[in-house]
């Protein structure tokens, strides 16, 4: 069993930066990929970023240049470093562990950024 808890969300003025992180306990790993979804109001679940153990990473194309995504494998931890940051960045962000031999994966509970002036 894994648990994961997130923790610096906001709110932030448009252009700002804010970093994520995501501590997962239990049970945890090497293997596993760590990520970020997000979540608007109205609109579904979508994918920010994903990071294997070995540092591989994958962005949606909204984040890319923007966003960056590191683990420490030390601490089971996975950040997300967001700048740049828009209005239509304002979301739930959940943390999000997938192990290869489990169907489904591990969520976080989410914490929200609001970015707003």
């Known amino acids: 069993q894994v648990q994961l808890v997130e923790s610096g969300g906001g709110l932030v003025q448009p252009g700002g930066s804010l970093r994520l992180s995501c501590a997962a306990s239990?049970?945890?790993?090497?293997?596993?990929?760590m990520g970020w979804y997000r979540q608007a109001p109205g609109k579904e679940r979508e994918l920010v970023a994903t990071i294997t153990s070995g540092g591989t990473t994958n962005y949606a194309d909204s984040a890319k240049g923007r966003f960056t995504i590191s683990r420490d494998n030390f601490k089971n931890t996975v950040y997300l470093q967001m700048n740049s940051l828009k209005p239509e960045d304002t979301a739930v962000y959940l943390c999000?562990?997938?192990?290869?031999?489990?169907?489904?994966?591990?969520w976080g509970q989410g914490t929200q950024v609001t970015v707003s002036s």
């Open positions: 999000n562990v997938k192990l290869p031999w489990r169907t489904n994966p591990y």
């Open positions: 239990g049970s945890m790993p090497s293997v596993a990929v």
